[in-house]
């Protein structure tokens, strides 16, 4: 199985900051590379899919790069409904793969 | 708008199968634009994809969970449905379903909102 690794696992941050999240494959990937924003409770909302394309809906504060094995997603300016867990995926092979994610909490 | 909805029971007992139903509205499950697929979360930790499925009845399977794992789906219910067999209680999680654009590996842009299922006796 291809294994996700993000970085940092917990982040504190402010409204208004701009926050990076990475993700990294153990192979490449191209850029098969999807992004989920989950809240408690709640399921996984898709953000950006194959690695730079934002969901339908999704707020332009979002951002996705990266291809082969590293990627980044971009929080431009933060707003307090982002605080939450993030996830990246690979969905270039199966089985397709999560990182074990990334909780931004408000600093 | 497209809806997921998991039923099915919240307790399973240990070395039993574990079944759930996702019922989908607004679309119909037989587009062929789309797979159909289930993930799990175990409280507090990290997803895993368990398979997914086409209309047509075609499947693909995590292989750590095959051996255990049957997809299977009802087109005149609009349904598909999810059988674990074997359970322990590292299958206790949420369980989701999900619609992937695409094929097997597409990502899912709508979710249920999960159903917890609990294996003890």
């Known amino acids: 199985d291809i294994q996700m690794t993000q970085s940092p696992s917990s982040l504190s941050a402010s409204v208004g900051d701009r926050v990076t999240i990475a993700c990294r494959a153990s192979?490449?990937?191209?850029?098969?590379l999807n992004w989920y924003q989950q809240k408690p409770g709640k399921a996984p909302k898709l953000l950006i899919y194959v690695a730079s394309s934002l969901q339908s809906g999704v707020p332009s504060r979002f951002s996705g790069s990266g291809s082969g094995t590293d990627f980044t997603l971009t929080i431009s300016s933060l707003q307090p409904e982002d605080f939450a867990t993030y996830y990246c995926q690979q969905s270039y092979i199966i089985p397709q793969t999560f990182g074990q994610g990334t909780r931004l909490e408000i600093k | 708008q497209v809806q997921l909805q998991e039923s099915g029971p919240g307790l399973v007992k240990p070395s039993e199968t574990l079944s759930l139903i996702c019922s989908v509205s607004?679309?119909?499950?037989?587009?062929?634009?789309?797979?159909w697929g289930w993930i799990r979360q175990p409280p507090g930790k990290g997803l895993e994809w368990i398979g997914s499925?086409?209309?047509?009845?075609?499947?693909s399977y995590n292989p750590s969970l095959k051996s255990r794992v049957t997809i299977s789906v009802d087109t005149s219910k609009n349904q598909f449905s999810l059988k674990l067999n074997s359970v322990t209680a590292a299958d206790t999680a949420v369980y989701y379903c999900?619609?992937?654009?695409?094929?097997?590996?597409?990502?899912?842009?709508?979710w249920g909102q999960g159903t917890l299922v609990t294996v003890s006796s």
């Open positions: 499925i086409y209309y047509s009845g075609s499947t």
């Open positions: 192979q490449s990937i191209y850029r098969y």
């Open positions: 999900a619609r992937n654009y695409g094929d097997y590996l597409g990502p899912g842009d709508y």
């Open positions: 607004g679309g119909s499950i037989s587009s062929s634009s789309y797979y």
